[in-house]
């Protein structure tokens, strides 16, 4: 069975701080995603990556980074967190035939 | 882009009746995949089923759905509604640059 993790599985950050949100997967697989979850929006991609050193922009970037600095390892880093920000995260491993999601992370920013 | 329509934010049905969930898509790419994922409360989501081949049906776990590329759909069924049924469910598409693009997902919440 594929694993993938998060860490924290909880946040609670300040306006204007900076916030990373880290995903760790054992599948070896080369694409990794992270995704944020809103009620009336679904699951929508930030940002995706196809394999160490690589990054690339999904479809509602703005406000976030993300850095794979190896294989199994892929971060989403806001720099300057905003309330709208405020969402549930999860990051994803796979390829075309599936992708398999980790826990989430609940990010609230006062 | 890409995109996927699910029409239906929420349904709500009597155990035992029959389950149909729509979801139609909009790619440019010839040779789309289509997924459905599910997600139950306090979970991540997980793949229910999925196809590649315009026509043919698909089944698992009771659901089942077929890829009408003619209609650009990718609706779930299934013949009798459980309780455990409840959860959010989204339809994927894995077109152009290689990565899922998700519909809003459609809630169904069966009733005893």
């Known amino acids: 069975e594929a694993a993938v993790t998060q860490s924290p599985r909880n946040k609670v950050a300040v306006t204007g701080g900076k916030v990373t949100l880290s995903c760790n997967q054992t599948?070896?697989?080369?694409?990794m995603y992270w995704y944020r979850q809103d009620t009336g929006h679904g699951l929508r991609l930030i940002h995706y990556?196809?394999?160490?050193?690589?990054?690339e922009k999904g479809d509602i970037p703005d406000g976030y980074k993300a850095s794979r600095p190896s294989q199994e390892n892929f971060s989403l880093i806001l720099e300057l967190a905003t309330p709208s920000q405020t969402s549930v995260y999860f990051c994803?491993?796979?390829?075309?035939?599936?992708?398999?999601f980790g826990p989430g992370t609940r990010l609230t920013v006062l | 882009g890409d995109s996927v329509t699910q029409t239906e934010g929420l349904v709500t049905l009597t155990e035992g009746l029959p389950v149909m969930l729509n979801c139609t898509y909009q790619?440019?790419?010839?040779?789309?995949?289509l997924f459905w994922y599910v997600q139950h409360l306090n979970e991540s989501p997980r793949l229910l089923l999925k196809?590649?081949?315009?026509?043919k049906r698909t089944e698992h776990q009771g659901f089942h759905a077929t890829l009408h590329k003619s209609s650009s759909s990718f609706h779930l069924q299934k013949s009798s509604a459980q309780l455990s049924d409840s959860a959010l469910y989204y339809c994927?598409?894995?077109?152009?640059?290689?990565?899922?693009?998700f519909g809003a997902g459609t809630r169904l919440a069966v009733c005893p």
């Open positions: 994803a491993s796979g390829d075309s035939r599936e992708q398999y």
């Open positions: 599948n070896n697989h080369n694409n």
């Open positions: 990556s196809y394999g160490a050193g690589s990054t």
């Open positions: 790619t440019i790419y010839s040779n789309p995949f």
């Open positions: 196809s590649f081949t315009d026509n």
């Open positions: 994927a598409l894995y077109g152009s640059f290689n990565k899922l693009t």
